[in-house]
């Protein structure tokens, strides 16, 4: 395939490259790992579908508009019955799956952006930081190259110029200022709270908040002067280690050693605190600016003469062993340069693949391979496959494999019909002068958008108010109040003891244990919560909204109990107490205030 060079870039395009442009690799990279979480988020969602999300559960359709921004918008909405929301959430995973392997990835980038907002809106009362995040972030997505490396796109690539190794647009930058809004706009609501600046008692707050806290979150809090550094050092992290991306000097190496930073920070918020999706989608986000240098840095160890003299010879008649010999370049990470040729160009090689009504896989050394055992050696060269490549060559797994092979290559048009939907076709990274301009503007909006909600008393403009609703449609709205101005303080558990048909009383939420007052350990938290939609409902369900939530769930709690039991253990009525425990300063006693909230009769319940 011939291919052309970019023009070289002036002195100062390459600089802007630098530090602005992000590798296709390490956005491939984001790519994945965005992906994987989503899946993740999704699939745990979906097992709530019903509880969540549909009219049976604990935010019918009815109760819902009386909390939602009228301009947020929900295809959940369709229907209330909980096949429709299953369906939409397996539509969501479906092409959260296509993001993930880079197939239409642009396309697929999009489409779970939408599902993505159409969850979120369904039921405001789950919404967590986390959430924020995850579609600030894929607003963005939909504008980056993230097909551009590991993706069927990628693979399939029948573009004649070479793609470069990095692209700079207006989608990178934006994509770069949006991540460090996300910081520094929040060091700025958290620089209001003593705790943050003169007190360093942030992190003591934050940990003393059960709702959240691990285990070993708990123990640090035997650590105040670690908490107080901690404290300071956070704030001054979000402060001013995001910018360390921009500087021009060895913009590498501060990009390098940023990104590694806010990775162990994140981790560290991980391991001492229950915050759902929200570590693990903060460290996929900065894979995103591993410069250049890592990737090549990495290629010196792990490519050498196996990898750039391996060739692989594939049958031109074939249009399925084409598509699969391209995937295997891409998805194994050989050296994208890998040659991939068509046997009936060499006599030799022709005659070796009819013999063995095989692939042929000449190693660096001119040795040929076939069958399974061609994909042992390739797999034992690849980055990715070398770890267990030595499990490939081993009985029965050589055996099986090679009977495998051997039942593909006898029903190539029948498994052809499964890569018959990949198609070549050329892929595009560079952006065009419009895809710039529209990028910028809608950076511009999320500026003002960002120091509105900073500032709201001197950015409360009728302008600014009149363009609001671009911003709820899209779901850009932002405010950066992680934490902020200070960690909650409205700590407490909730206790819900029932009165059952056949006269015994019971603990409702921790599903017909004997009533408990005492504070709930952390593994009990964990098994009541199950996952981070529930701990946001029960946090939110104290707070805004009350109202609404709480009968909405009583009403919930009676279905869900009386559908699982017999008549002798129906659910007659009961109360939602909860215990009120604020955090106090260090050194001071708790106490605990009971508070019922909420009485309720299942007779009188909807059904």
Not at 102 to 128: E, K
Not at 452 to 478: E, G, T
Not at 589 to 600: E, F, K
Request: charged letters at 15%; one cysteine or more.
């Amino acid at each position: 395939m011939v291919t052309s060079e970019p023009k070289p870039k002036t002195l100062f395009g390459a600089k802007l490259d630098e530090i602005f442009g992000l590798d296709l690799r390490s956005l491939a990279l984001f790519r994945i790992g965005l992906a994987l979480v989503i899946l993740t988020d999704l699939c745990l969602r979906t097992a709530d579908a019903s509880a969540l999300y549909s009219d049976e559960g604990v935010l019918p359709r009815t109760e819902l508009f009386k909390i939602l921004n009228p301009w947020y918008w929900s295809l959940n909405l369709i229907s209330g019955q909980p096949l429709i929301q299953g369906l939409i959430f397996g539509t969501g995973i479906f092409f959260v799956l296509l993001m993930l392997v880079g197939y239409r990835t642009r396309f697929a980038t999009i489409a779970t952006w939408a599902l993505v907002i159409s969850i979120h809106n369904r039921n405001p009362a789950l919404i967590f930081a986390a959430d924020d995040v995850l579609r600030a972030i894929l607003f963005w997505a939909m504008f980056l190259p993230l097909g551009g490396h590991y993706s069927i796109d990628r693979a399939l690539n029948t573009q004649r110029d070479r793609l470069p190794q990095r692209v700079v647009s207006g989608a990178t930058l934006a994509f770069a200022v949006q991540l460090c809004f996300i910081y520094i706009f929040s060091a700025g609501f958290k620089s209001t709270s003593p705790n943050w600046t003169t007190e360093g008692s942030a992190v003591y707050y934050a940990l003393s908040y059960d709702q959240y806290v691990t285990s070993i979150g708990k123990l640090l809090l035997n650590f105040p002067w670690l908490m107080k550094i901690s404290t300071y050092f956070t704030m001054a992290l979000e402060w001013v280690g995001p910018l360390f991306i921009f500087i021009p000097w060895r913009n590498s190496f501060f990009k390098f050693w940023t990104v590694v930073t806010f990775i162990l920070l994140h981790a560290g918020f991980g391991l001492t605190l229950n915050l759902g999706i929200f570590p693990f989608l903060s460290i996929a986000c900065w894979l995103a600016f591993l410069p250049s240098d890592f990737w090549e840095k990495r290629a010196k160890r792990v490519y050498g003469d196996p990898q750039y003299g391996l060739r692989i010879y594939y049958d031109a008649d074939c249009g399925f062993c084409k598509k699969v010999v391209h995937l295997i370049r891409t998805f194994l990470v050989l050296p994208p340069d890998t040659p991939l040729l068509m046997a009936q160009d060499d006599p030799s090689i022709y005659a070796d693949m009819e013999a063995y009504n095989s692939w042929v896989v000449v190693d660096w050394q001119g040795n040929r391979h076939f069958k399974w055992e061609g994909i042992a050696y390739v797999g034992s060269i690849s980055p990715l496959l070398h770890p267990i490549a030595a499990l490939l060559r081993r009985e029965p797994v050589m055996t099986m494999g090679t009977r495998f092979y051997e039942t593909i290559a006898t029903h190539r048009r029948t498994a052809g019909a499964f890569t018959r939907p990949f198609q070549f076709k050329d892929l595009e990274v560079r952006p065009t002068r419009m895809f710039n301009i529209v990028t910028w503007l809608l950076l511009a909006y999320v500026t003002l958008w960002n120091f509105k909600a900073l500032m709201p008393d001197k950015l409360n403009r009728k302008v600014l108010n009149s363009i609001d609703w671009i911003s709820r449609v899209l779901r850009v709205d932002q405010k950066w109040s992680i934490f902020s101005p200070g960690p909650p303080k409205d700590d407490g558990w909730f206790v819900i003891p029932g009165k059952l048909a056949d006269g015994s009383e019971v603990d409702i939420l921790r599903n017909g244990a004997p009533i408990a007052w005492e504070k709930p350990t952390v593994a009990t938290r964990n098994a009541i919560y199950h996952n981070m939609q529930w701990r946001t409902l029960f946090i939110n369900m104290n707070r805004g909204n009350k109202r609404v939530l709480y009968p909405n769930y009583a009403n919930y709690l009676c279905r869900s109990w009386n559908a699982r039991h017999s008549s002798k253990q129906r659910l007659v009525s009961f109360e939602i107490y909860f215990m009120s425990e604020r955090t106090v300063p260090q050194g001071q006693s708790q106490t605990v205030d009971r508070q019922n909230n909420w009485q309720q009769s299942c007779s009188n319940s909807s059904n």
